[in-house]
C-alpha cells in the first residue's frame, strides 16, 4: 500500500494579532482540519490531507475556504503556500503576494527549487552562504546537482547532509497540533525601507527595552531570544539564541538581540519591519541569577529598577535610553 500524498498549507497573516486573536484563528482554521501547527506570531501550517475526502474539494480550494473565512469572520488577509511538506509550503507563501496562494504541485519541486538563491532555504544563513557562493553555487539547483562527498568537504557532514536534503525539497517534519509557546513579541516597523545599520541598530535596541520592561513588569524572565527580520520583499529571517541565564535585565537582553542581528550580516539589506520575541519564560522568583563582582552591574540593576518606577508613575516615555532618542520609528500593536 502507498502512503497518501501529503498536503501542507503555510498561510502567512497580513495583520498584527494580540494573543487571543491569533488563539482564535487556530481555532477557526482547527474547524478545516484538527491538524494545525502554530508558528508565531503571524503564520500558521495545516496538514490538509485528511479534510481532502471531507470537503470533497481540491487542496487549493481549501486553501481558498480557509482564507475566505479568515477574511469574512476577521478582516484578515493572507497569503499561502501549498506543497507536499512544511518546509516547501513556508517558502511558497513567502513568495506569494498578500492574498495570493502559490501551489507547488508534486513532482515540481525541484525545478521551482532551483533558479531560487541558496539563502531561500531555512536556516541557510550569510556565512553558509558565503561558502557556497566562494565555489560558484549561488542557486539552491546548484547546490542540488553537486555530489554529496564535495558539499560535505565544503561544509562538513552533517549540515552538508541537511543542505542537500533541502536543495532537493525534502522535509520530513510533520505538522504537529500544539498550543502557542508562552511568549512575550514586540514588533516595529519602520517609516520607509531602511538600509542604515545604525537605524537596524536603534530598533533591535529599541525592542529589548520594552521587552526588559514587560518583564520586569510581569514578574517573568526569558531564557531565549528570537529576533525576526521582514524585508522590503516580504521575505524574513529569524534566528534565536538561547541565554546563558535566565533573565528581564534590559542590557542583557539587548546584548543578545544585538548579537543576533550582527549574525546576520544585513550590511545594506532593505529592511521594512523588526520583531523580537522572549521565550521560555520563567517566573522571576523561582529563576537563579549569576551572582556577579562586578559593581556596575548592581549599578546598572539599580538604575533599572528606579527607570521602571519613573515610567509607571509618569508614563513610558518618562525614561528612554538616549540611543532611542532620535529613533525614527513607528510602533505596530505589541503581542503577548
Known sequence: MTARQRHIAHLHLHAALTED????????????????????????????????????????????LAKMRLKALYGIDSSAGLAKNRM??????????????????DGQAEAWLGPRPVTALPGIGRATADTLNRYGLHTIGQVADIPAATLQRLLGAGSARLLAERARGRDPRPVTPTAPAAHLTADLVLDRDCLD??????????????????????????????????????????????????????????????????ALGLQRARVRAFALRADDLLPAGGAYRQLSLDPGDT?????????????????AEAVRPATLATASTRRTPTHQ
Not at 494545525?36 to 481540491?58: C, G, M
Not at 516547501?88 to 504541485?105: E, F, K, Q
Open 21 to 64: 486573536q491569533y488563539a482564535d484563528i487556530i481555532e477557526l482554521v482547527s474547524g478545516i482540519t484538527p491538524h494545525v501547527q502554530p508558528v508565531p506570531p503571524d503564520a500558521v501550517q495545516l496538514d490538509l490531507t485528511s479534510a481532502l475526502r471531507y470537503f470533497d474539494l481540491s487542496p487549493y480550494d481549501v486553501v481558498q
Open 88 to 105: 516547501l509550503a513556508a517558502m511558497a507563501a513567502d513568495a506569494s503576494a498578500p492574498g495570493d496562494t502559490t501551489w507547488i504541485r
Open 197 to 262: 545599520p545604525a537605524q537596524h541598530h536603534r530598533a533591535v535596541l529599541g525592542l529589548a527595552d520594552r521587552i526588559g520592561q514587560r518583564l520586569r513588569a510581569e514578574r517573568q524572565v526569558a531564557g531565549r531570544v528570537t529576533l525576526t527580520v521582514r524585508y522590503a520583499d516580504r521575505s524574513s529571517t529569524t534566528r534565536s539564541r538561547t541565554s546563558t541565564e535566565p533573565t528581564d535585565h534590559s542590557p542583557a537582553l539587548a546584548a543578545t538581540a544585538l548579537g543576533l542581528l550582527t
Open 299 to 315: 549599578r546598572a540593576r539599580a538604575t533599572e529598577a528606579a527607570a521602571d518606577r519613573a515610567r509607571r508613575r509618569f508614563g
